[in-house]
């Protein structure tokens, strides 16, 4: 079976202040590891995946199949950065999305 | 292209009663997932087709919810009848080549609340 973990529903930091959206994963071959986001009032859309290895709006994701985690980071935080951000899991078929994490970037 | 349509965007409904979601994916994908999202258990895989043929229903919650794709451009998602339980954000998605890319395009959802 293949499953996503996002420990925290909701991070709330100040702006300028770095984040760290935590993701674990299981999942038994090679995954395929995605993070999409979802601003107020839009759409839920694809921010980054792991075998691009790009930054996107500054936001980073290193895939660490010892700890399996896809840990999404961004070292200084905008307030536009405040969205609901989903890690996801494509592994057998189709993807799987964790919980999600409220993401809340204060001025 | 406006992207992935859903319709309704927002349906309130007695339990008991049927309740019809739709959904317009892109124009010229080939694969469409059907979500459900709430506040306990996040998002979660109903069923997806590729090329109108229903692949993966094992997501689907039990015999009351049922989906078509009667051709490429439209789909629904049909539950009947309803249930305090089923309220939350269905969303459609569509993509390329059964989502391998990992890519989904998903539409704005609908909001169901059965009361």
């Given at each position: 079976?293949?499953?996503?973990?996002?420990?925290?529903?909701?991070l709330?930091?100040?702006k300028?202040?770095p984040?760290?959206?935590?993701?674990?994963?299981?999942?038994?071959?090679?995954?395929?590891?995605?993070?999409?986001?979802?601003?107020?009032?839009?759409?839920?859309?694809?921010?980054?995946?792991?075998?691009?290895?790009?930054?996107?709006?500054?936001?980073?994701?290193?895939?660490?199949?010892?700890?399996?985690?896809?840990?999404?980071?961004?070292?200084?935080?905008?307030?536009?950065?405040?969205?609901?951000?989903?890690?996801?899991?494509?592994?057998?078929?189709?993807?799987?999305f964790?919980?999600?994490?409220?993401?809340?970037?204060?001025? | 292209?406006?992207?992935?349509?859903?319709s309704?965007?927002?349906?309130?409904?007695?339990?008991?009663?049927?309740?019809?979601?739709?959904?317009?994916?892109?124009?010229?994908?080939?694969?469409?997932?059907w979500?459900?999202?709430?506040m306990?258990?996040?998002?979660?895989?109903?069923?997806?087709?590729?090329?109108?043929?229903?692949?993966?229903?094992?997501?689907?919650?039990?015999?009351?919810?049922?989906?078509?794709?009667?051709?490429?451009?439209?789909?629904?998602?049909?539950?009947?009848?309803?249930?305090?339980?089923?309220?939350?954000?269905?969303?459609?998605?569509?993509?390329?080549?059964?989502?391998?890319?990992?890519?989904?395009?998903?539409?704005?959802?609908?909001r169901?609340?059965?009361?």
């Open positions: 079976a293949q499953r996503v973990t996002q420990p925290e529903k909701l709330s930091v100040f300028g202040a984040v760290e959206l935590k993701c674990n994963y299981s999942y038994s071959g090679s995954p395929e590891l995605f993070w999409y986001v979802q601003y107020s009032r839009q759409r839920l859309q694809l921010l980054l995946r792991h075998i691009s290895r790009e930054s996107i709006k500054g936001f980073t994701a290193d895939l660490n199949k010892g700890e399996t985690s896809f840990h999404l980071k961004k070292p200084f935080a905008q307030e536009e950065d405040s969205a609901m951000y989903y890690c996801a899991l494509r592994g057998y078929s189709t993807l799987t964790g919980k999600g994490t409220m993401l809340l970037v204060s001025p | 292209d406006a992207g992935v349509i859903q309704p965007r927002h349906e309130v409904t007695e339990m008991g009663q049927e309740v019809t979601l739709r959904c317009k994916p892109i124009s010229g994908h080939n694969s469409l997932f979500y459900r999202q709430t306990m258990r996040g998002l979660e895989l109903l069923i997806y087709f590729n090329n109108n043929v229903p692949i993966d229903d094992s997501g689907m919650p039990e015999d009351r919810f049922s989906a078509k794709m009667p051709n490429a451009s439209f789909s629904t998602l049909k539950i009947q009848p309803s249930e305090p339980r089923d309220s939350a954000v269905y969303f459609c998605a569509s993509s390329l080549g059964g989502g391998r890319s990992g890519e989904l395009f998903f539409g704005e959802g609908s169901l609340t059965v009361l």
